[in-house]
């Protein structure tokens, strides 16, 4: 029997684990005995908003039917192991958590949380939105989520709406129309109080992750084949980001193509829109598909730390645009450090030039990247920016997996 988990779990105690069972030979999907299990079949259900503390049971796949929203003060838990497969039904599948309320996804390395799609294909559900109560510097201070509808913004940049660790979103990127799409997971003022770590967005049709202001930190984050942009962010996001890939495969494999490995912005309707865009990144490996579109495109007034970095397999594989971006560049307010590239960095204001971005520390141009494994190798040399700062992890080398070291095995496709 198809049950609606939520009005199940009214007549138990809030926050315990919630499981349905069928046994009654009148059920319509009840098991013939056929599976080995009695003639009784379980059916677990997400279709409809949480609204008190719920966990469900760890090991099971879940149907996800629909826009399933975390509503203000409830907490949604999700064991290791759990599977949600979205239904590419006649709804929009998505889990979107409302501000003042939390989700504690923890898997592992060995057993982690898989969310996807009975449809096999880009673009077939709506991925995790989580909004919270961090900063945006959207026009009025806050905005309302893509899809949901739901507010976010305000001042607690130490804002916390949860965990989510070892996570493998597939398929992700639904569209509404062109302005209304779904990322692997939209982080819409999410305040530093949450934890991210461990997460791939694998085959999406829009961007892998993208940050809506706020000040959320990120570590070991994995960007597979995602047709848009693998990493994005705009309205002010001025977290911290360490060990990140972006990896995309050859439009021939995968019959389409991809754009931006990171697509940077502050804001495009007010450059200057403050608190201006600022995080601070080291670590990354990103590995573009050949295509004509740019690697990393820093633009629309942001500013950005990026330390410790290779750009390989775009024509252009770094450029620099609008005047605000490229003076914080010129004048030392960004910073690009220990960044190697495989061409040479654009400038569409001829602010911030090739020449300046050579002379900085570190830096290389016309690179010839050595790969095993997609995305595995790194350069000696770089920034070690933890006795500064404790969220970043001490290192001596350019890139995100080093050999012998491969974080990705195991929870990644």
């Known amino acids: 029997m198809k049950k609606n988990w939520k009005f199940a779990m009214m007549a138990l105690v809030a926050g315990i684990t919630i499981f349905t069972s069928c046994s009654d030979s009148d059920d319509p999907t009840t098991d013939n005995g056929s599976n080995g299990n009695n003639g009784t079949q379980t059916d677990y259900v997400l279709d409809a908003d949480i609204t ?6 760890s090991g099971k796949e879940y149907k996800l039917s629909g826009g399933i929203h975390v ?3 409830a907490t949604l838990t999700i064991p290791a192991g759990v599977t949600i497969v979205a239904q590419y039904d006649d709804n929009v599948d998505y889990i979107l958590v409302e501000q003042g309320a939390k989700i504690n996804a923890q898997g592992t390395a ?3 949380i898989v969310m996807t799609s009975t449809k096999k294909e880009p673009g077939a559900w709506g991925g995790i939105h989580i909004c919270g109560y961090a900063h945006t510097n ?3 201070g806050t905005g309302k989520s893509e899809i949901g509808n739901s507010p ?3 001042n607690n940049d130490a804002d916390n709406s949860g965990v989510l660790k070892y996570i493998r979103l597939e398929y992700t990127g639904y569209a509404f129309d062109e302005e209304h799409e779904a990322n692997g997971v939209s982080f819409y003022g999410v305040g530093n109080g949450t934890t991210v770590e461990h997460l791939q967005a694998y085959k999406g049709s829009d961007d892998g992750f993208e940050f809506f202001g706020g000040s959320v930190n990120v570590k070991y984050m994995v960007v597979t084949s995602c ?24 439009e021939s494999s995968l019959g389409y193509n991809c754009d931006c490995l990171m697509e940077c912005d502050n804001n495009g309707n007010n450059n200057a829109a403050a608190p201006i865009s600022h ?8 590995i573009g598909n050949g295509s004509d579109s740019q690697g990393v495109r820093l633009r629309a007034g942001t500013e950005v730390e990026l330390y410790n970095t290779l750009i390989d397999g775009k024509s252009k594989p770094l450029t620099v645009e609008t005047e605000g971006t490229e003076n914080a560049l010129k004048n030392g307010i960004s910073k690009l450090e220990y960044v190697s590239i495989s061409g040479e960095l654009s400038s569409k204001q001829n602010i911030y030039t090739n020449e300046f971005f050579v002379a900085a520390e570190g830096n290389n141009t016309n690179c010839k990247f050595s790969w095993s494994s997609q995305y595995v190798g790194t350069e000696e040399g770089g920034k070690d920016l933890s006795s500064s700062d ?7 080398f350019k890139g995100a997996v080093k050999a012998g070291n491969d974080w990705t095995k195991g929870w990644t496709l």
Not at 52 to 57: A, K, Y
Not at 390 to 396: I, L, P, V
């Open 152 to 154: 976010y913004g305000g």
């Open 390 to 396: 404790k969220f970043f992890e001490s290192t001596n």
């Open 138 to 140: 959207a026009e009025g």
């Open 71 to 73: 509503k203000n003060g």
């Open 279 to 286: 995080p601070i990144i080291a670590n990354a490996t990103l």
């Open 110 to 112: 060995s057993n982690p």
């Open 52 to 57: 008190s503390d719920t966990t469900l049971e």
């Open 227 to 250: 047709s848009d942009d693998s990493f994005d962010w705009t309205e002010g996001w001025n977290g911290k980001a360490q060990f990140l890939v972006a990896y995309q495969d050859k």
